[in-house]
């Protein structure tokens, strides 16, 4: 098409020397649209200025760009004034997502894809069109982070068409209502403005809370099966109640007891996620760059950041702020091994994800608050060697060490631990005896329990609403909690020295564990199971 040919000499007739074309970046995981304004003018010292705050990555792009033009055939107006603006200039700009607009602008501004101005409106504006992408030195376009949220702005801006990198297509399709068109270079870029691109596919939803088949779900969990973990019987329960219920998980245990293989089983037995829950980790991968899956996540997040992180690392932050392990946990669970090495300061960020489900993180530059709802599982020894109470091997710990130790935790982040549970020692005999099998105790089965749950918290309270997520009020008008259940919780609060928070918590439990049970309603057997997870993990709670 002419409209992609190098053009030796533009026609005056046929150029606007104003264009303005539709881009955008992201501020934490939403998307903002930026008007890409380029002026080329033979007026005035020749230059290529670019204004509207833009960052250090969007002022190198006029060399990336000049380069690309030329490489792809073009002419770069060397002679003229080339003046852009970021629009709204009083916004900071990052990342190098606006070099295709900049380019498409400055072939359009200097007439040379002449088919393209019966595109633009009378004030210069590329009608309905959007378009994101790192241009290389040879004029390929590069895929860019975040081009899902980008895409999802410039929809509510009004786009219907939107061109982004190849490698952007996938994710950015899962936008409804706005047509996708992908480019592998400038070329491809505008025969795609002038309607001869290659439109992106959808990809297929996430199966809902519901629509799982089974084949699916045993592929999902068969590399990490319950089962294949030797004992451990009451810690497997713990993880069916924390699943069910999405409650917080404390194991305590010595090394080599399986505190890691039970955490890093709890994923499998979570039910999957629903389409809302999958674009939302979607939308978190995105601005992630090369953690991207390329298209709509399908299975929930697992992390596990060594206990050397950064509280940046762990919650989040930057110079441009960007999700910690948290953010990148949300649907997910977050595993926090050897708890009591994490920083004080980084623990106790925690505590408002643990409450609210997000995190917020003020700058000078502005603040922004990521989404971090997920199931923590933390794992740690009873003493610093590890050997506390143990038959086989004697703690050599003082009792100073071991209350130093445990008080690198503090009671409120204890508190908003639902399950404290001791993990006991695996007798090394037991790993060789002929493997069998405890009734429902593969991830196919303990998994069918807890989608039962679920689907009884869904009808009780709502779609996405779990009972640790559940209020008090709430819970006591609607949970069918009996009168025994909260005569023994009352009479249990004070040996145990229940907190308020503590009594919410523990009563959510017991009505996860009668959900499990097909229970109706809550009464003091439930109860009680609730409470002894409180008095498992030998002090720690108290």
């Not at 045993?218 to 030797?230: P, Q």
């Not at 640790?468 to 909690?481: F, I, K, P, Q, T």
């Amino acid at each position: 098409m002419c409209a992609t040919q190098p053009t030796s000499a533009p026609s005056d007739a046929r150029c606007a020397s104003l264009v303005r074309i539709l881009s955008g970046d992201h501020v934490g995981i939403q998307g903002r649209t930026v008007e890409v304004q380029v002026d080329v003018s033979s007026r005035g010292a020749p230059g290529f200025t670019v204004v509207g705050l833009a960052g250090k990555s969007i002022r190198e792009s006029r060399e990336r760009i000049r380069s690309a033009i030329s490489n792809s055939g073009f002419r770069f107006p060397f002679q003229q004034r080339i003046l852009v603006n970021l629009a709204p200039a009083a916004e900071e700009k990052q990342g190098s997502g606006f070099d295709l607009a900049i380019a498409i602008g400055i072939l359009l501004a200097s007439g040379q894809a002449p088919l393209l101005h019966d595109h633009l409106g009378p004030s210069g504006i590329l009608a309905g069109a959007g378009m994101l992408g790192e241009l290389g030195l040879n004029g390929e376009v590069r895929p860019v982070p975040g081009a899902l949220l980008v895409t999802d702005a410039l929809k509510a801006w009004g786009a219907s068409t939107v061109i982004v990198p190849r490698g952007n297509a996938p994710e950015s399709s899962l936008v409804r209502g706005v047509r996708v068109r992908a480019a592998a270079d400038l070329h491809e870029a505008l025969r795609a403005l002038a309607g001869d691109g290659e439109q992106g596919s959808a990809c297929a939803e996430s199966p809902g809370l519901n629509e799982e088949s089974d084949s699916d779900a045993e592929a999902r969990a068969s590399s990490l099966e319950l089962s294949d973990v030797r004992g451990q019987e009451t810690v497997k329960r713990a993880l069916a109640v924390a699943a069910a219920g999405g409650h917080n998980l404390l194991l305590c245990g010595p090394p080599g007891a399986g505190k890691t293989m039970l955490a890093r089983r709890l994923p499998g037995i979570l039910p999957p996620l629903t389409f809302s829950e999958a674009m939302e980790v979607t939308r978190i991968l995105s601005i992630l760059g090369g953690e991207s899956p390329g298209g709509l996540a399908c299975e929930r997040p697992f992390r596990s950041p060594h206990h050397t992180i950064s509280y940046a690392g762990l919650v989040g932050g930057g110079s441009r702020l960007r999700p910690g392990e948290v953010t990148r946990a949300h649907c997910g669970v977050l595993f926090l091994d050897e708890l009591p090495e994490f920083h004080r300061s980084a623990l106790e960020a925690l505590r408002e994800p643990l409450e609210e489900g997000r995190i917020s993180l003020g700058r000078s530059s502005g603040s922004t608050t990521f989404p971090a709802r997920f199931v923590l599982v933390a794992a740690m020894n009873p003493c610093p060697c590890g050997y506390l109470g143990q038959a086989r091997r004697r703690c050599t710990c003082s009792a100073a060490s071991i209350e130093s130790y445990r008080q690198r935790i503090s009671g409120p982040l204890l508190d908003r631990l639902d399950l404290h549970i001791t993990v006991r020692a695996v007798d090394p005999s037991d790993l060789v005896e002929p493997r069998t099998r405890a009734p429902g105790s593969t991830t196919a089965q303990v998994r069918a329990l807890v989608l039962a749950a679920r689907r009884r918290q869904a009808d009780r309270w709502g779609e996405g609403i779990s009972n640790a997520a559940v209020s008090l009020e709430r819970l006591l008008e609607d949970g069918r909690v009996r009168g025994s259940g909260l005569d023994a919780l009352r009479k249990s609060a004070d040996r145990l020295g229940l907190s308020a928070r503590g009594f919410a918590r523990t009563l959510r439990l017991a009505r996860t564990v009668a959900d499990l049970e097909d229970g109706d309603d809550v009464d003091a057997r439930q109860v009680a199971e609730a409470l002894q997870y409180r008095e498992l993990a030998g002090g720690l709670s108290g």
